[in-house]
């Protein structure tokens, strides 16, 4: 019996994708359904068990073969302050060093050794580092969920401190090394765009082997205005009061806590001088004391919500003011299937192929990008424009679906590859 016919794959995740309230959870949950359609998955996750029933989630989970959870042992102060120590003592990045784990390790070595995988899955390239613990023939598949190290790049350009700025230039250093060595070992590279393959295929000299797998959306949770109700029943007049624009994001993560302090201090006032009216909403779970402090004058600090699509639905401006990233923006295509529209910096949606001024419209200048929010807030006419386009451009490019069907091809070409080399 071929690959082809019967295939097993180790999904390997830095944590489970559940509940569905960040980029990286919603990227992992929907490439796991792809694969468990098709191949007899069972799925090792860092960290703890769900700790509340998600119906979503345990629907996934019941099409997994098999669900073990190991103990990270960066977890905490203390492992934080170990795996800083580890990172500057030794090769690894700071980021990558939080995910050490001797049960990850055992579990891999194990389960590789006895079953004969097709693939060991690495879910983000944090995970990758347990790639030594996979016995052979198994082939290696490195989920990049963004270009880690010109995330860090990025975050040093932005960094004011000068003492910050050199830390962060090591640990750009560390990832950039430890990135291109992972991408060189692994016999396929998924990437979120095709900006993020043309630059890591730049930075390793490597051109085979690298697949784009974009991020998606569910088109049948998110939905514009009147078919909501149907896609999974987000109803509530969650911000039906008066209009305002929105922020969507984690706020724990980095590059989101950037880009939205930067649009209160720097874009909200030339906002509200040109439309005092208009407010904002900023949502996403974990906002810190200093953007909690941010509050007022128009701005509501709301943190996290059990469902973001009320929120989406009652705004009348999605606002993307993103400085620092890599990947592709989830938040992005999520509020063009709900029909919100979007104002955005160039970098906030690089890697969509969305055309700007047709499907978006595109700021990176506090000025520009205040002007565009008042455009759009206070014109319902272009919010009907945008949010038509932006709904038809990801029916048409960026379901999970297609995206999951994509996904397949890739291992069938591992799988056919594996069968040639065994045939």
């Not at 099409?63 to 934080?80: F, N």
């Not at 389960?111 to 347990?130: C, K, V």
């Not at 469902?307 to 992005?332: E, Q």
Request: proline share 5%; aromatic share 6%; glycine share 10%.
């Amino acid at each position: 019996m071929s690959h082809r016919d019967s295939a097993e794959i180790l999904f390997i995740a830095p944590q489970l994708p559940t509940p569905l309230d960040t980029g990286g959870k919603i990227r992992t949950f929907y490439q796991l359904k792809a694969l468990a359609s098709r191949y007899r998955v069972d799925l090792l996750a860092l960290g703890p068990e769900a700790e509340a029933p998600d119906p979503l989630w345990e629907g996934l989970r019941a099409s997994l073969r098999s669900v073990s959870c190991v103990p990270r042992d960066g977890l905490g102060r203390a492992g934080a302050a170990r795996a800083a120590a580890r990172s500057l003592l030794g090769s690894l990045p700071y980021p990558v060093e939080k995910y050490r784990s001797e049960a990850a390790s055992a579990a891999i070595a194990r389960m590789t050794s006895e079953s004969r995988y097709l693939a060991a899955h690495f879910d983000s390239l944090h995970t990758f580092r347990f790639a030594e613990f996979v016995a052979p023939p198994t082939r290696l598949v490195l989920d990049e969920h963004n270009v880690e190290a010109l995330i860090l790049e990025r975050m040093g350009q932005v960094e004011p401190s000068r003492i910050k700025r050199r830390l962060i230039a090591d640990q750009a250093e560390r990832t950039d090394r430890f990135e291109r060595r992972c991408a060189l070992a692994a016999h396929r590279v998924l990437l979120c765009s095709e900006d993020d393959r043309a630059l890591l295929s730049a930075r390793t000299g490597r051109s085979a082997g690298f697949e784009v797998i974009p991020n998606g959306v569910d088109l049948s949770r998110f939905a514009p205005a009147g078919a909501i109700e149907d896609a999974g029943g987000a109803s509530g007049e969650a911000g039906r009061e008066g209009r305002y624009a929105m922020f969507l994001g984690s706020l724990d993560w980095w590059p989101n806590s950037d880009g939205i302090s930067w649009f209160i201090k720097e874009i909200w006032p030339k906002v509200r001088a040109l439309d005092p009216s208009l407010g904002l909403k900023v949502v996403g779970r974990n906002p810190s004391a200093e953007l909690e402090g941010m509050g007022g004058g128009g701005v509501e600090i709301v943190g996290g919500v059990p469902d973001v699509r009320p929120w989406m639905r009652g705004c009348s401006v999605f606002v993307v003011p993103l400085r620092v990233g890599g990947g592709t923006r989830l938040k992005i295509l999520e509020a063009m299937a709900m029909g919100a529209p979007i104002v955005s910096t160039a970098l906030g949606c690089e890697g969509i192929e969305a055309s700007a001024g047709e499907d978006l419209l595109v700021e990176d200048s506090p000025e520009g990008f205040a002007e565009a929010v008042v455009k759009v807030g206070g014109d319902e006419r272009l919010q009907r424009a945008l949010a038509d386009a932006g709904r038809r451009l990801v029916e048409r490019r960026y379901s999970w679906e297609a995206i999951g069907a994509r996904l397949g091809e890739v291992y069938a070409s591992l799988a056919g590859e594996v069968d040639g080399l065994v045939g």
